[in-house]
């Protein structure tokens, strides 16, 4: 018996490409996938991985032998994807490892109208299956393949949703750290009043110039850089399937995904009074207030797309940003859209004179710490005791709607999560200045790493 444990992921399937995932498990995978979404068709794109496309060929056939058409879109972003799954009304696979190394490989799936399928909506279902060999069931004919390119329909979509007509000309410096980015990007910013500084738009699943993980400082340094060399107005930065971007302002300083989330929360709150805007607990608390200030609802979730996504569609909110810089938008059948975030940053930018730092830093109101990991031996254990040692204080309000989150009397907090698949325990603070969250952040890593 398979054993796929080590693969399917809360989320999506992801792993290393011959020892966990080859054409015979992933022909498994696409079969199984038919029989859960059923229907007529589903559609396929992948990014620039080598694997990539033997293996998208694999899920296909998989489901074209339990009797499903398959549309494949070759090259695409994730969120192309999400369009191709929006706006055909059909299921669909994406086979990309994101930022992972090379070695790696991985498949995120959805349903018609690029609905989320997590552990409790599909892939524990698939996992059984694969795991258990199921036969194929279709007993008619196979379906059929047919190719479509999306990418033009996909980058008219997202201009159609943002206006830039009226923008002053700006320079913007892009790191598409060979990844998707530098297949989408030249198609969706074609026509703006942007021009464009390419770096590394060479598709490439080894990425030869640094990983395709902006969230990682390290591979941001090049586009600081770069923006500071040619004195663009602003930069971005995509990971290797493009469905995140991260901002660099003028100065070549990282703009925090909660200021870029209560931004566009803004933007989006202007068009339309009053609508509900999510964020995860880990977003500045800058966010919430700035879209009440703006007229909206805030409300809070755990992290994770599919809890987003989820609430989305139970509130109808309007938009919904994560501090890991994934943005969904209700216009986007309420999927997950770099591309669509920086469109709007950039509108924003040019509708008005002054530089980035100075638009952003409205919308940038505490300090952080960013993500800080510490490898724990019991971490049910550690979390504990972060909580027994702050339960009693005066003024502090403690919740577990996602690991632990802990408020301050004097206005600073912290979230400490477990991580799903190593033995990690995740902390974020924010408080008043650096000097707060030094403060915090020391006294609570002095009990998780005791």
Excluded at 38 to 52: E, F, T
Excluded at 76 to 86: E, R, V
Excluded at 301 to 313: L, N, P, Q, Y
Excluded at 413 to 432: Q, Y
Aim: proline share 5%.
């Amino acid at each position: 018996m398979r054993d796929l444990s080590g693969v399917v992921k809360a989320y999506d399937i992801r792993g290393i490409v011959g020892a966990q995932l080859d054409t015979d498990v992933v022909r498994d995978i696409g079969a199984a996938f038919a029989r859960l979404v059923g229907g007529a068709a589903i559609v396929i794109g992948h990014d620039m991985r080598a694997s990539s496309p033997e293996l998208a060929s694999a899920f296909a056939d998989g489901a074209v032998q339990e009797g499903l058409d398959v549309i494949m879109l070759g090259l695409a972003s994730t969120d192309m994807l999400y369009f191709a799954s929006g706006s055909l009304n059909l299921p669909g696979a994406m086979f990309t490892a994101s930022h992972n190394p090379a070695a790696y490989n991985g498949i995120k799936l959805c349903r018609a109208g690029a609905a989320p399928v997590g552990q409790d909506t599909g892939l524990a279902d698939i996992r059984r299956e694969v795991e258990a060999e199921q036969p194929i069931r279709h007993a008619g004919p196979p379906g059929t393949v047919r190719t479509h390119d999306l990418l033009a329909d996909y980058a008219a979509y997202l201009r159609g949703l943002v206006d830039l007509s009226g923008s002053r000309p700006l320079k913007v410096a892009v790191d598409a750290g060979n990844g998707m980015g530098g297949f989408t990007v030249p198609s969706v910013f074609a026509g703006l009043p942007i021009e464009i500084v390419p770096m590394y738009f060479e598709l490439d699943g080894t990425f030869p110039n640094h990983e395709a993980n902006p969230l990682d400082p390290k591979n941001l340094v090049d586009l600081q850089a770069k923006v500071r060399e040619v004195g663009a107005d602003a930069g971005l930065a995509f990971d290797g399937d493009a469905d995140r971007c991260f901002v660099v302002d003028e100065r070549g300083e990282p703009v925090s995904p909660s200021a870029v989330t209560a931004l566009v929360a803004a933007r989006e709150l202007a068009k339309e009074p009053g609508a509900i805007v999510i964020h995860n607990l880990i977003t500045s608390k800058a966010v919430p207030e700035i879209i009440a200030e703006r007229g909206g609802k805030p409300v809070r979730t755990r992290v994770g797309h599919s809890f987003i996504k989820d609430e989305m569609a139970r509130t109808g909110a309007i938009f919904g940003g994560e501090h890991s810089a994934h943005y969904y938008f209700r216009d986007f059948w309420r999927a997950d859209t770099g591309m669509l975030a920086a469109l709007h940053v950039l509108a924003a930018l040019g509708e008005q004179d002054r530089p980035l730092s100075e638009l952003t830093a409205e919308y940038s109101r505490y300090a952080a710490s960013g993500e800080i990991n510490s490898t724990v031996g019991d971490q049910a254990e550690r979390m504990a005791a972060v909580k027994a040692a702050y339960a009693g204080e005066a003024g502090v309000e403690v919740d577990e709607i996602d690991g632990l989150s802990v408020h301050l009397a004097d206005g600073s907090w912290f979230n400490l999560r477990p991580s799903n698949t190593e033995p990690l325990l995740r902390l974020n603070v924010e408080a008043a200045d650096a000097a707060a969250v030094a403060a915090l952040r020391d006294r609570v890593l002095a009990i998780v790493r005791a």
